[in-house]
């Protein structure tokens, strides 16, 4: 598979190292406006085409798939371009500034046959997919209640000074993530409520966010993020997982220790990700799914299969984005089915 890659910025860099290490894909182009940060990503290749434009590149050709790791504003018109030229996109989280763009974006690639998927990464984190794969298994038996939490007080803002601007914050870009956990193990939403605030007078959106969730299924989820919230070991990136079910217990505790309570028996276990090579603590958790989830895109092309986070899919998590905004504006609870 040959692919191009528009967005050659913090986070791309590690989409690149994974797309080096997954087998039978080739990087054979890349853009972005900056020509600082195309030189960077384009020295992790010995030979591949760089572009300022684009619109260029896909004049080009050459390529039978598309990542696209720029920042939402730029989303929809990129994946009407890549529609345009009908080939595969990956596309960074969030996927676009609407929910309406969103729907859009995804009946354009769905009219060309071509394969559409969300670059949401959490899900695939080996920790967390260790504790999606338990309850999927049936061994707590039905779940009736989850807690999703990730608390920290890292400095997000030095690799990525952009996340201080913008009238969102957590929700958008760190609850996303959170709420599609919740809804990996809980299945889709049909309501919810959400508080926020902002604690960092430096920044512009929210950066604490609590959300509690029904389910389809009849569950309940808790999901809380905050960017200001100071503990000694940090655990940041870690997201911290309850699970209850009707036959039994999951918890995913900090250092990555995975435990499974039935009765009174509890069986304890190591579910730390592998330090990659190129990776880097404490990002390395994140780094891994990266690798994990651009194998499950490729996986998925090769089968003919929908990837589990598709576009079509990341309509529901970007759904519980927007409304947790709605929920904690008008202080009310938001009805999914409404939006």
């Given at each position: ?171 958008e870009d760190l609850g996303i993530h959170s709420l599609d956990i919740a809804r990996a193990l809980f299945g889709n939403a049909t309501r919810i409520t959400a508080t926020t605030r902002r604690i960092n007078p430096a920044i512009k959106g929210e950066d604490v966010a609590t959300m509690l969730l029904e389910h389809e299924t009849g569950a309940t989820s808790v999901v809380d993020c905050s960017y200001a ?111």
């Amino acid at each position: 598979m040959k692919l191009a890659l528009i967005g050659c910025g913090f986070f791309a860099i590690n989409q690149l190292n994974a797309w080096k290490d997954i087998a039978g894909v080739e990087v054979v182009a890349l853009a972005d406006l900056d020509t600082g940060r195309l030189d960077v990503a384009a020295a992790l290749f010995d030979s591949v085409r760089t572009y300022t434009s684009a619109e260029a590149m896909f004049a080009d050709g050459g390529f039978d798939a598309v990542d696209i790791a720029t920042t939402v504003g730029s989303h929809r018109a990129l994946v009407e371009l890549a529609a345009r030229h009908n080939v595969h996109v990956i596309c960074q989280k969030p996927f676009a500034r609407t929910l309406e763009d969103a729907r859009a974006m995804v009946d354009m690639v769905a009219a060309t046959g071509k394969t559409l998927m969300v670059h949401e990464n959490f899900r695939w984190q080996s920790a967390v997919r260790a504790a999606i794969d338990a309850v999927r298994s049936g061994v707590i038996g039905t779940p009736f209640f989850g807690r999703i939490s990730f608390r920290s007080g890292y400095d997000v803002f030095s690799g990525q000074p952009y996340l201080a601007e913008g009238e969102r914050f957590i929700i958008e870009d760190l609850g996303i993530h959170s709420l599609d956990i919740a809804r990996a193990l809980f299945g889709n939403a049909t309501r919810i409520t959400a508080t926020t605030r902002r604690i960092n007078p430096a920044i512009k959106g929210e950066d604490v966010a609590t959300m509690l969730l029904e389910h389809e299924t009849g569950a309940t989820s808790v999901v809380d993020c905050s960017y200001a919230t100071r503990r000694s070991p940090e655990t940041f990136p870690e997201s911290l997982l309850e699970i209850d079910g009707d036959l039994g217990t999951i918890r995913l505790d900090a250092g990555y220790r995975l435990s499974v309570q039935i009765g009174d028996q509890v069986t304890d276990r190591d579910v730390s990700p592998p330090l990659l090579p190129w990776a880097s603590r404490p990002w390395h958790n994140i780094q891994e799914s990266v690798q994990i989830i651009q194998q499950h895109f490729v996986d998925c092309l090769r089968d003919g299969t929908e990837p589990e986070t598709s576009g079509r899919d990341n309509l529901h998590t970007f759904a519980l984005v927007e409304a947790a905004y709605l929920s904690s504006r008008d202080h009310r609870t938001v009805t999914l089915a409404d939006l």
